[in-house]
């Protein structure tokens, strides 16, 4: 089992920047690809970015240029820089955990993000 702790969600002015921060624990070692994915109110979850264990990243075209993914293997852990906000990403962001052996995703529980205009 993995489990999954974010944090750094709040609340900032449009234009902004927030980092979130997800920390795994348990079986990490299976542990392939994490990634950020987010939920509006009445939209569905979509995916913002992943990051492999190898460092490879793909990001929604709608973030490009805006926020990085950076991963730190040796902490298990993976954030997500946002900058320049604005109220279109709004949303409940999860961090996710592949483990392909395990045939297994994990999420975590979610940290809410509000972008004022």
């Known amino acids: 089992q993995v489990q999954l702790v974010e944090s750094g969600g709040g609340l900032v002015q449009a234009g902004g920047s927030l980092r979130l921060s997800c920390a795994a624990s348990?079986?990490?070692?299976?542990?392939?690809?994490m990634g950020w994915y987010r939920q509006a109110p009445g939209s569905q979850r979509e995916l913002v970015a992943t990051?492999?264990?190898?460092?490879?990243?793909s990001y929604a075209d709608s973030v490009k240029g805006r926020f990085t993914i950076i991963r730190d293997n040796a902490k298990n852990t993976v954030y997500l820089q946002m900058n320049s906000l604005n109220p279109e990403d709004a949303a409940v962001y999860y961090c996710?955990?592949?483990?392909?052996?395990?045939?297994?995703?994990?999420w975590g529980q979610g940290t809410q993000v509000t972008v004022s205009s």
């Open positions: 348990g079986s990490t070692f299976f542990i392939d690809r």
């Open positions: 996710n955990a592949n483990a392909p052996s395990l045939r297994q995703d994990y």
């Open positions: 990051i492999s264990k190898a460092f490879s990243t």
